[in-house]
């Protein structure tokens, strides 16, 4: 990107907070890019192997369930500081580091002895958070330049498509991704760093987001301002728990239902494509959750696709495989597909612009924090009972989880 254009680009982001769109603004250009990058880091060629890989080399299920914490702590301890950086330094510059620490991290794989883990788990976690504040930030930006007047509406269809097509990725690379494993068992992870490495190139399309050299000096100032905008709306704070309850729930069971699958004498490719398959419904409901929000309110479709969630766990806590398959592969899809861009667009509405990314970077801090908990929880289970029964556990936690922060949010709205 040549000077005159980033000029050019650092006036039309300015635009925004006018309401106006000048019609020089490349926002189909950042969208292009955008979407790029998304799809590339999105071919996931690990996500249906690497738990079997790690058991392949002989870690029990707590052992890897203490790893994915590692991760989750070292996610949880990066998160506020790199939605800061995100907001004062650059957001895009967040991404680009996502990225390349997320290319070195993979490559550890391939010495998998239990120091290197720890060091693998922990530099994932810190990409994650790099990405986690500055993702969606930068996508809201998009939309308000491509809608002004309708920013809310623009940013639901875009984030749908965003899902849509980082699933077409998630596709292709776990679906290849068993193939992989079957060939050679370190080839997912050979091209999982180089998806990171090819995510940096549509970056650099995109314009720079930070704050002023005024807002850089005073970091923790930025914090206590995006603390107090939660502080003061508790609808906000619900979406955030609530957000973080739900992922928190799906992620632990995505993750583990490789090994129950494996159980089941499933081959590695047949795993891949389950897993693969299971998309199809996440797509579909993806694609239709721009109608959704239009038509259900947002105080009805929250709690509807929770208990959505809540009925796949009952599903899969229940003996019977095929019941299970249907509530993994259809039920608990659904909710995670409508949930993620919904809650998204309504947090995004409700946040300060310059606080964004430390916004967003508390829901992924508050949905590592539970995973810090719920995955060696699950592992230790896992060990000790059957899947169906760590099932069961998982869906009365949820139920009351649910209920609490429904409580928490109505009793803040009462004394506001």
């Not at 500081?81 to 680009?96: E, H, M, Q």
């Not at 409901?285 to 969630?309: D, G, N, Y």
Request: net charge positive; glycine share 8%; with cysteine.
């Amino acid at each position: 990107m040549s000077n005159m254009d980033t000029i050019h680009d650092q006036i039309a982001i300015a635009t925004i907070s006018d309401g106006i769109a000048p019609a020089h603004v490349p926002w189909r250009r950042w969208l292009a890019a955008f979407y790029c990058f998304d799809v590339t880091t999105s071919l996931l060629f690990t996500s249906a192997v690497w738990v079997i890989y790690l058991a392949s080399q002989g870690y029990s299920p707590l052992a890897i369930g203490l790893f994915e914490t590692i991760f989750h702590i070292a996610k949880f301890v990066a998160e506020v500081p790199t939605g800061i950086f995100a907001d004062l330094v650059g957001r895009r510059k967040s991404l680009v580091i996502c990225c390349i620490i997320g290319a070195i991290e993979n490559l550890l794989f391939l010495a998998p002895a239990p120091p290197v883990m720890v060091l693998s788990f922990s530099l994932a976690g810190i990409s994650w958070a790099f990405r986690g504040g500055a993702h969606e930030a930068i996508l809201w930006m998009i939309a308000g330049h491509a809608e002004p007047a309708n920013q809310s509406a623009r940013y639901s269809k875009l984030i749908s498509r965003m899902f849509m097509l980082a699933l077409v990725g998630e596709i292709i690379g776990t679906a290849s991704g068993g193939f992989l494993g079957h060939l050679l068992t370190i080839l997912p992870f050979i091209f999982q760093s180089a998806a990171f490495a090819l995510g940096i190139v549509p970056l650099l399309m995109l314009p720079e987001q930070r704050g002023t050299k005024e807002q850089r000096a005073r970091p923790l100032v930025h914090l206590r301002t995006g603390l107090r905008a939660v502080q003061q709306a508790p609808a906000l704070l619900g979406l955030l728990l609530i957000s973080a309850l739900t992922d928190s729930c799906w992620q632990t069971i995505y993750f583990y239902y490789q090994l129950y699958l494996h159980g089941l004498g499933f081959s590695l490719p047949a795993i891949g494509l389950l897993v693969a398959a299971s998309t199809v419904t996440s797509f579909l409901f993806t694609a239709a959750t721009p109608f959704i929000m239009r038509h259900l309110p947002q105080r009805w479709l929250v709690p509807l696709f929770v208990s959505v969630e809540i009925v796949g766990l009952f599903c899969m806590s229940l003996p019977q495989p095929i019941i299970s398959l249907f509530g993994y592969l259809v039920l608990f899809q659904a909710s995670v597909a409508v949930l993620a861009p919904a809650i998204s667009t309504y947090i995004n509405e409700r946040s300060p612009e310059a606080q964004r990314a430390t916004i967003f970077s508390l829901q992924t801090g508050l949905f590592s924090a539970a995973m810090i908990v719920l995955f060696p929880l699950f592992g230790l289970g896992i060990t000790q009972v059957a899947y169906s029964t760590v099932y069961r556990w998982t869906l009365e936690g949820l139920i009351v989880g649910s209920i609490a922060i429904g409580i928490l949010v109505w009793i803040l709205k009462r004394s506001a």
